[in-house]
């Protein structure tokens, strides 16, 4: 489940859009491999946070689908379904609360060089923002029985 979730860039993704090497005085080799050593730390916390998320999500889900049922007493693909659709929630759940650091789904003002430099790390800010409203949004509904 792991590597599939990899292979959608679901767990190790957009953190190299934060984390470019700085055009200072400083000698790019040496500038390089400093920020290859903080990278690699912020990229290895980040890789086991979605990971821990994700495994929860999906047993979560998998033993919901489950019912209680043996798995041994499921045919192959009664249990591939169940894989899939605990994965593609896993996904979603990642998503969801650990969001989406890329290029791509920035807005428009990180996109520029200026606000990539004053703004580099307040993505985190408006994806936790995003997960508190929809939690309090999802809140107030009436509860599906």
């Known amino acids: 489940m792991l590597r599939e979730l990899q292979a959608r860039n679901t767990l190790d993704v957009g953190l190299s859009q934060e984390t470019g090497v700085p055009h200072s005085s400083v000698p790019r080799h040496a500038a390089g491999r400093a920020m290859r ?66 290029f791509t789904n920035a807005p428009d003002i990180f996109k520029n060089p200026i606000g990539r430099v004053v703004l580099q790390f307040k993505k985190i800010a408006l994806i936790q923002a995003e997960l508190m409203i929809e939690t309090g949004r999802r809140g107030w509904e009436k509860p599906k029985l």
Request: aromatic share 10%.
């Open 37 to 102: 050593f903080l990278y690699n730390g912020a990229r290895g916390v980040e890789l086991i946070n979605r990971s821990a998320t994700a495994l929860t999500a999906y047993d979560l889900q998998r033993s919901k689908l489950l019912k209680g049922r043996d798995p041994n007493s499921l045919s192959e693909a009664q249990l591939d379904a169940i894989h899939e659709r605990a994965t593609d929630y896993a996904d979603r759940i990642v998503y969801r609360t650990h969001g989406d650091y890329s």
